[in-house]
Each structure stands twice: as structure tokens, then as C-alpha cells.
């Protein structure tokens, strides 16, 4: 049998898509990690999802009435980036692509970040270091996998890794798509992770979707697999069961940190909204392929699961609340959004004060005076 044509093992997978609770032999050596999971962090995997999903929404309804020059929707995955961002420690660095919203927001950003990002009012975002490790937004595709790798081969090479002690040993995760795996960048860092050993986790969230490239034309066998021909073990997730995205990248962060190596792993999902809100999906995409990963929805599913577990109705609708308030806060700060003044483009070109940055703000000060009020 030609390897290309080899049965695939099952994707990971806690909860099926009407939200019951399955352990077998596919999952139960990552079963551990949900056992040890209380009450509490259940709930917040729940308020993580709802939350992104409305402030997701409202930000691209933003962006339709003109407040934001473009939006790229997570709709969808919030499962595998829950999952995976709630697995990460407090010392670990994570490289999120352009649509990693839940992620931000589990990292302590202020979401306000991403939008002015988004309106164009920010150069760069944030910056990490007072965001728990969040490094900042992509749009070059796959080149966040190079900074990752780079980063990564640094913590070992200062030491702070791979001692032992994981409440202080660091380990980094990248997150990517479907479409980037087909960039160089991101082969040229799978290179990298495996001759250094560095200790990381590539989080690939395979949406099926390459923007209206669909995953079957880029590649002839599971995404997972690639990441096998540069020596880094692979795994596939259901990515729209945010236990499985949980328990699977807790698992392969362990060994990473500890000096096991780089992983790979893909979960499994989809972008039910457009690639930014400057596509059209129903130009290149089946409305039954839409409906079939609707009805796998994680958010309901995971509704269904705590609703097994005793969860009544009073909680579900505490959190809708909170989203419906963050969402508004969010607008109203975004409508309070000023434009930036002239000196940003100065001001972060050198990192310490610069003598020709002087000259050249001053040049630029006086061309737009001469122009005088009324211009």
C-alpha cells in the first residue's frame, strides 16, 4: 500500500457533535488532562468561546458600517483556539497569525488593540511583554512560523528551558493556517524546530479554506503528515471540541518544554465567516459543506456538554450578558478612536531617540504648516 494511501488514525476527539462525552482508546492517553480539569475552568472555556464569538461579530459589523478597514473573522474556530490557548503557561510565547481574537483575549489583551490595528490607527498593536507573551499580528502568511522558530531556538540558547521545573521552563506556540503550510516560510521553520529541538508547538487551525483555495487541491494527504518529513511529530484534533484542543496541546507543550522537541498539531475546524471582510465565500463555497460544519458548531456543543453536567440556565444566560457588554463597551471605544498624529511615523523607527528622525519630523512639522489653516 503506497504511504500516501495509508488509513489515518481518528482524529482526537472528548465530545461528539451533539456535545456527549466519548473516551476510548484515541484519546485516552490525553484523558488525564480533562480529569483534572474543575468545574470553574469548564465555565471559562464556555465564557472564552461566547465572548470572542460577539466581540468577532460586532467588530465585523464595524468594519461593514466603515469604522475598520478590514476584519478577518474567527467565527468558527474558537474551540481550537480556546483549547490551545488555555494549555499555554503564563512564561509561554505564543505567535498568533491575524485571527487568533480568542487567544488575545485569554492572554489579557485589550481587544481595543486588535480593532485600532484594524482601523489602521496602530503600527504594530500591542506590545507583548504587557500582554502575558502575545506576540502581535501576521498578515504575511506563514512568517510568524520563522519569528516563532527564531524565538524559540533563543529561550534555549539562554537557558530558560528544558530544566525541569515547568513552572518556569518556557515553550512557544505558532499559530497558522491551511494556506500558510504551502508557504516557505513555515517549511523553512519546521527545518529549523527540528535541527535545534526547539521547544514548540506549530498549532495549525486547518479552516479548509486557503481564502478560495480548498484544502483538498493543496495538499494530497492530512496537513499533519507534512510536518513528519522535517522529523516533527504530528497529531490531529478535533478542532471544534475545545477539550480535545485542551488536553492534546497541554500534552505536547509538557514535552516540549521539557526538551522533547517540536510538535505539530492540527485541529481540525472551519471558517464559517469569509477569509476578511473583503471575500465572498458563496462565490467558491457549497452551502451544504457550510450547514454540514455548522451542525459541529463548538460553542453548542460545548453548551450541550455542561448542560449534561447539571449547568442551568442562569449561568448560560450571566454569560451572554457579559458578551452582549463587552461587545458594546467595545463599540463605543472604537467610535471614540482618534486619528494618530504624524510623529508615530517617527517616533518607533529606532529604538532609542534618533538625530536624523529629528530633522526629518521637523521637515515634515513645517511642509504641512506651510500650507497654513485653511488647507
Excluded: C
Excluded at 467565527?75 to 485571527?99: I, N, T
Excluded at 497558522?176 to 498549532?203: H, I, K, N, R
Excluded at 449561568?315 to 467610535?335: G, I, K, N
Amino acid at each position: 500500500m503506497a504511504d500516501n494511501a495509508r488509513p489515518e488514525p481518528a482524529a482526537v476527539q472528548f465530545l461528539s457533535a451533539d456535545g456527549s462525552f466519548r473516551s476510548d482508546e484515541t484519546n485516552d492517553e490525553y484523558l488525564p488532562f480533562i480529569e483534572a480539569l474543575g468545574d470553574d475552568e469548564l465555565r471559562q472555556f464556555h465564557r472564552d468561546m461566547v465572548v470572542t464569538r460577539r466581540f468577532d461579530l460586532e467588530a465585523t459589523n464595524l468594519q461593514r458600517q466603515g469604522q475598520l478597514a478590514l476584519w478577518p473573522p474567527s467565527h468558527g474556530q474558537e474551540a481550537a483556539q480556546v483549547g490551545s490557548a488555555r494549555a499555554a503557561r503564563v512564561q509561554d510565547h505564543l505567535f498568533p497569525s491575524y485571527r487568533e481574537h480568542a487567544v488575545g483575549l485569554i492572554r489579557g489583551l485589550d481587544i481595543l488593540g486588535i480593532v485600532a490595528l484594524m482601523r489602521g490607527v496602530s503600527n504594530g498593536g500591542w506590545n507583548p511583554a504587557e500582554n502575558n507573551n502575545f506576540h502581535l499580528y501576521t498578515l504575511v502568511l506563514g512568517s510568524q512560523a520563522l519569528h516563532a522558530t527564531g524565538y524559540a531556538m533563543g529561550l534555549t540558547l539562554d537557558g530558560v528551558t528544558g530544566t525541569g521545573d515547568p513552572e518556569t521552563d518556557q515553550a512557544v506556540v505558532v499559530y497558522f493556517g491551511d494556506g500558510a503550510t504551502s508557504q516557505g516560510d513555515v517549511s523553512e521553520a519546521l527545518v529549523f524546530a527540528a535541527s535545534f529541538q526547539t521547544p514548540q508547538v506549530f498549532f495549525l487551525q486547518n479552516n479548509q479554506w486557503a481564502i478560495s483555495v480548498p484544502v483538498g487541491v493543496q495538499s494530497r494527504i492530512p496537513l499533519y503528515r507534512r510536518s513528519g518529513g522535517f522529523g516533527v511529530p504530528g497529531i490531529q484534533v478535533d478542532g471544534n471540541d475545545v477539550l480535545a484542543s485542551y488536553a492534546v496541546t497541554r500534552k505536547n507543550l509538557e514535552e516540549a518544554r521539557a526538551g522533547g522537541g517540536p510538535r505539530m498539531i492540527e485541529a481540525l475546524t472551519y471558517r464559517v465567516g469569509a477569509h476578511t471582510t473583503s471575500d465572498d465565500p458563496s462565490k467558491y463555497r457549497d452551502t451544504r459543506e457550510l450547514d454540514t460544519w455548522v451542525g459541529r458548531d463548538p460553542i453548542r456543543r460545548f453548551e450541550a456538554f455542561l448542560r449534561s453536567r447539571g449547568e442551568g440556565d442562569a449561568f448560560f444566560a450571566e454569560v451572554a450578558t457579559e458578551a452582549e457588554d463587552s461587545s458594546a463597551d467595545l463599540r463605543r471605544r472604537t467610535l471614540e478612536l482618534g486619528a494618530p498624529t504624524t510623529d508615530v511615523i517617527f517616533d518607533h523607527v529606532y529604538s532609542e531617540p534618533h538625530p536624523l528622525m529629528d530633522v526629518q519630523k521637523r521637515w515634515l512639522t513645517d511642509y504641512e504648516a506651510s500650507f497654513g489653516a485653511n488647507a
